[in-house]
């Protein structure tokens, strides 16, 4: 743990880290249509689970990467998954498209 708190502080020092947070282990899972089902979870039997997240401010995802081979967790058999941020989601960005062509195509008419 010490380990663990001198890396998070030298982030924090460096400007990279601009948040963290762990996840509890408690939760539900929504699935099916209009969310009708609601769940537990996560499930205990999930091969994969996400303890936390950290946001950092790096340069490319590169970066990031040597930034995540310096985690203290790496030794016990943590794994780190790094991945960039999206500026917006896909789904707003295909929703913003048809409706643009969708006014184009009133316009037109």
Known sequence: MTQFKTWFDRLTEQGKLKGAQPLVR?????????GRVVADGPFAESKEA?????????????????IARGCPGLEHGMTVEVRPVAE?????????QVLSEQQLAHAGA
């Open 50 to 66: 996400i303890g936390g997240y950290f946001l950092l401010a790096v340069n490319s995802l590169d970066e990031a990467v040597q």
């Open 88 to 96: 917006e989601c896909p789904m707003m960005a295909r929703a913003r």
């Open 26 to 34: 408690q939760g539900r899972v929504v699935s099916g249509k209009d």
